[in-house]
T-cell receptor
Framework: GQQLNQSPQSMFIQEGEDVSMNCTSS?????WLWYKQDPGEGPVLLIALYKAGELTSNGRLTAQFGITRKDSFLNISASIPSDVGIYFC????????????FGTGTRLQVTL | NAGVTQTPKFRVLKTGQSMTLLCAQDMNHEYMYWYRQDPGMGLRLIHY???????AKGEVPDGYNVSRLKKQNFLLGLESAAPSQTSVYFCASSYGYLLYEQYFGPGTRLTVT
């Protein structure tokens, strides 16, 4: 099945640095979601975006729904060690039983 | 409010054995989903349900069956387990109307020997 392209695939950053990652699709979506998955756990929803151009924050996390509806971006400011994990984007179109198309994931590692 | 729960957390099966994975949600969500997650393959949709009494096939349904007899529960069955079904299984649910984000359970790690 289709997977969305996420970049970077992985990144090492120092504590306190800002992080940016993005997700692109060849198809249009009307909803974008961002999840974080810790080892041995299920994905946890971070941010949901419902409108093209929308910018939404959740604490140190900020996500944007691209104007073309084919991409989305996630920024993490002032990273801390507990930000370590895999970040997934997911797109969906309402009316398709809300089935998600997932990104390939960005693995984030934070060094002290 | 427990959200989405899954039982069991871990299970080891021999080839040919059967088992049922249980997913329960207490958020009054209409839609429920079963996924499997394998290294390098991401999350793949097995089956889903858009309401009590309904089920539909996802991307990788072969070898699995599901039932949604009650709104809050979604069962995933393996009739005759195969080593290729060794995976981590996640259940998810969503409201399905106006709010479409999916909430995931903690997962079941299944090994088939």
């Amino acid at each position: 099945g289709q997977q969305l392209n996420q970049s970077p695939q992985s990144m090492f950053i120092q504590e306190g640095e800002d992080v940016s990652m993005n997700c692109t699709s060849s198809s249009i979506f009307n909803t974008w979601l961002w999840y974080k998955q810790d080892p041995g756990e299920g994905p946890v929803l971070l941010i949901a975006l419902y409108k093209a151009g929308e910018l939404t924050s959740n604490g140190r996390l900020t996500a944007q729904f691209g104007i073309t509806r084919k991409d989305s971006f996630l920024n993490i400011s002032a990273s801390i060690p507990s930000d370590v994990g895999i970040y997934f984007c997911a797109g969906l179109n309402t009316g398709t039983a809300s089935k998600l198309t997932f990104g390939t994931g960005t693995r984030l590692q934070v060094t002290l | 409010n427990a959200g989405v729960t899954q039982t069991p957390k871990f299970r080891v099966l021999k080839t040919g054995q059967s088992m049922t994975l249980l997913c329960a949600q207490d958020m009054n969500h209409e839609y429920m989903y079963w996924y499997r997650q394998d290294p390098g393959m991401g999350l793949r949709l097995i089956h889903y349900s858009v309401g009590e009494g309904t089920t539909a096939k996802g991307e990788v349904p072969d070898g699995y069956n599901v039932s949604r007899l009650k709104k809050q529960n979604f069962l995933l069955g393996l009739e005759s387990a195969a080593p290729s079904q060794t995976s981590v299984y996640f259940c998810a649910s969503s409201y399905g109307y106006l709010l479409y984000e999916q909430y995931f359970g903690p997962g079941t790690r299944l090994t088939v020997t």
